[in-house]
């Protein structure tokens, strides 16, 4: 049995712990960050091929390519370097299964197929808007997470397109045969129709199950790709809809004119002609209006928790304006709308029990336990623009919606229910003792022994632990375990217009939703000065943070800042 000598042995500040695959020009291992104690992916080059200079200058291109490009469909680059003849380079550590091993078992639904050639199209049209063609499109290079979210990754072949670098010089093939385009055959210039080509295999693989070419030669292959048209899917695909199909041979166009000009442009075809065709209307052909009896339902609401797979829709988001309206009582702001309540005295009652409670927190917040995990900060101490935290949250956006910032917060959304027992157990202690009566004293204790424990929890981070997300449309609220691990299946979110109060201070976060019929969030939470999942020093880089500033330009409320 043989064994690999770079098992246990540590290179730079990574602890080699497992080998999990090998290709022609590295080996990806798992890897013990030391000093930050995770586990993270590090590729390391072969030994034969970093006695070549110009490979080895391909491998760190490789590394400042990625380096600079952030997108949540982009796996990220931690680091890159090398120890004597060892180069490396460090990745985020995806926890699934690649598309390659995803398609082993079977090919896709359709429905799935167009969610995955979405994801991985606005990936594309990230890179190639920053100048970057990745040249190796493979099922391999896309890694999909629990919740169906996919990583584009390994840019080793990617050249910059307005780059002087002779690094690859002219006429020379790169790339992976069964998914190369016929100008990659040629050692012809390419651009980003040559990932469109390449994604339209892959997801001709995805539908059909086996890429549109396959022969025992690549010669053979080469041919095929340079003169054959692939073969017709319907023919094996008969439920398939005629238009997804031509959707399809159109991104395989042997002329780089007569593809999709954009992997969007692609991704977006095929979604309408799925969709045309499961609606019983051919694609293109527009929406009919629906019924006068069905009216459609708001596009801002409190919606259920997600499925526990988490992946981005088809349909695109309903679009809504940059700045959402509401209907405030006169004089008044819509941070400042008042609850109903049973009546006005309670309703007094409850608010002076919050101001009491607003008032502890400042002191309260600096003892909280915390664990500080820092992944990627902006250099200066500003916010985080890519971190574990954001890239977890990015599970919930709808397609195209950009998150602004994200926080780490401990509390509970049972917030009403707690300001209503604290009320309720005085209530019952004054009650009590006016009556004689034990029990509804006993009853006064109890309610308040159970916010006590509920809070002693809460502060220890056994149970309220929460990532709240910022977008221009809405405000998103992610469950978090004790560990600290994302609970999806939990999550909550809702749109400004819905959203009565949130009052966000250097200390705490007040956030109210009405979402009718009983249902809603109702969070108090404190704001941790070290937020985990990257997010850091919170306090520190806040207050002049665009979350401050989309708060207040919706019309809440900024305290202390």
């Known amino acids: 049995m043989s064994s690999d000598p770079l098992l246990s042995r540590t290179i730079g500040n990574y602890q080699i712990v497992d080998r999990l695959g090998k290709g022609g020009m590295a080996t990806v291992y798992r890897a013990r960050q030391v000093n930050m104690q995770r586990d993270v992916a590090i590729k390391i080059m072969s030994a034969d091929l970093a006695q070549d200079p110009q490979f080895v200058a391909r491998f760190e291109r490789e590394a400042q390519v990625i380096a600079h490009l952030e997108h949540p469909r982009i796996l990220p680059v931690h680091d890159f370097g090398h120890e004597g003849e060892l180069f490396y380079l460090v990745m985020r550590l995806i926890e699934g299964d690649t598309l390659y091993q995803r398609l082993l078992d079977d090919a896709l639904p359709v429905d799935v197929a167009a969610r995955f050639v979405t994801q991985i199209a606005e990936a594309l049209d990230y890179a190639h808007a920053e100048g970057v ?99 017709p899917l ?34 977006r075809a095929f979604v309408s002609a799925v969709e045309g065709e499961e609606d019983g209307a051919p694609a293109g052909a527009p929406a009919e209006a629906p019924p006068a009896e069905e009216p459609v339902p708001p596009p801002e609401r409190i919606v259920p928790p997600p499925p526990s797979r988490m992946a981005a829709p088809s349909a695109p988001p309903i679009p809504v304006p940059d700045k959402l309206k509401r209907s405030p009582h006169a004089g008044e702001s819509p941070a400042k709308r008042e609850h109903p309540t049973p009546t006005s005295a309670w309703r007094q009652a409850i608010d002076a029990v919050e101001s009491v409670i607003e008032a502890g927190v400042e002191r309260v917040a600096e003892s909280v336990p915390v664990h500080v995990e820092r992944d990627v900060l902006v250099p200066g101490g500003g916010m985080p623009v890519a971190s574990r935290a954001h890239n977890q ?94 609970d999806l299946r939990r999550a909550q979110w809702a749109g400004w217009t819905v959203v009565d109060r949130l009052r966000l201070s250097d200390r705490y976060v007040l956030l109210d939703v009405s979402g009718g019929k009983g249902r809603g969030i109702h969070l108090g939470a404190l704001l941790l000065a070290e937020g985990e999942g990257g997010l850091g020093d919170q306090l520190n880089w806040l207050p002049d943070s665009p979350i401050t500033a989309l708060i207040d330009a919706q019309g809440f409320e900024i305290r202390n800042m």
């Open 133 to 231: 063609i990745h040249r190796d499109l493979k099922p391999n290079n896309i890694l999909i997470d629990a919740w169906d979210n996919l990583y584009l990754m390994d840019f080793g072949l990617a050249k910059m397109v307005a780059s002087s670098s002779n690094l690859t010089e002219t006429g020379a093939v790169l790339g992976t045969p069964a998914y190369m385009a016929p100008e990659q055959w040629r050692g012809a210039p390419v651009d980003a129709r040559t990932d469109v080509y390449a994604l339209g295999v892959i997801l001709y693989e995805m539908v059909a199950g086996e890429t549109p070419f396959e022969t025992d030669t690549p010669y053979s292959l080469m041919y095929k790709h340079l003169n054959d048209p692939p073969p």
């Open 234 to 267: 319907r023919d094996r695909l008969p439920d398939l809809p005629e238009a997804a199909e031509r959707v399809i041979l159109k991104a395989l166009a042997k002329d780089m004119a007569g593809r999709y000009q954009s992997a969007g442009d692609l991704a």
């Open 393 to 486: 949250m990015h599970a919930l956006l709808e397609p195209g919606e950009q998150l602004v910032g994200v926080l780490d917060v401990r509390g509970t959304t049972d917030w009403q229910t707690w300001k209503n027992l604290l009320v309720g157990g005085l209530a019952l202690n004054i009650l009590g003792g006016i009556l004689s009566s034990g029990l509804l004293s006993t009853l006064g204790v109890v309610a308040w022994l159970y916010i006590l424990v509920q809070s002693i929890r809460t502060w220890k981070g056994h149970i309220g632990r929460y990532y709240l997300g910022f977008t221009p449309r809405r405000v998103l609220l992610l469950p978090r375990d004790a560990e600290g691990t994302p």
